[in-house]
């Protein structure tokens, strides 16, 4: 797998649209199954700032 910065604006465009589509999901449901979406746009969250942080470090 190559250091492509521009893979790694994809790859974080990828994570950020998850977190969002699993916040939108959670807003629709509650319980449990809320608290297990949101928990996912969490981890997807964390992805994204993986990708930042290798972004940042090409200077991205």
């Known amino acids: 797998m190559s250091d492509d910065p521009r893979r790694f604006l994809r790859?974080?465009?990828a994570e950020r649209n998850a977190s969002l589509l699993y916040r939108a999901l959670a807003e629709s449901t509650d319980g449990e199954q809320r608290e297990a979406?949101?928990?996912l746009a969490d981890?997807?969250?964390?992805?994204?700032q993986h990708w930042v942080d290798?972004?940042?470090?090409?200077?991205?």
């Open 11 to 13: 790859y974080l465009d």
């Open 37 to 39: 979406l949101l928990e």
């Open 43 to 48: 981890v997807e969250d964390k992805h994204a």
């Open 54 to 60: 290798k972004l940042t470090a090409y200077g991205v």
